[in-house]
């Protein structure tokens, strides 16, 4: 049995515009895989989100946003950060943590 709320993997990625992007694997490593995302700037991955998966089912990757979450710099803290807030960067970031976590194909869930 896979508990729900333990980690596989736990990292951060830089990016090459300046911010360090959080994210967390946890799940079933032999399951189909999906990239959980929050909406907006500010919070990040929340509990709530997390619960949404089941473990045994899926292999999930969540992803805080740049400015968001454990995400560096936090656009709450540094409003220089929200200018990062967009989303061709988080396309970007989030194709650069699917090729850096070896993955060919994922679906994606985001929430709010």
Known sequence: MIRQWQYAEDGV???????????????NPEASTSLLLHAGPGGGISDGLRAIFDPEAWRIVAMDQQGAGRSLPHAGRDLAAREAHRTEDLVADAERLRRRLGIEAWAVFEGS
């Not at 300046?18 to 799940?27: E, N, T």
């Open 13 to 27: 990625m830089p990016t090459d515009r300046g911010h360090d992007v959080a994210w967390s694997v946890w799940g």
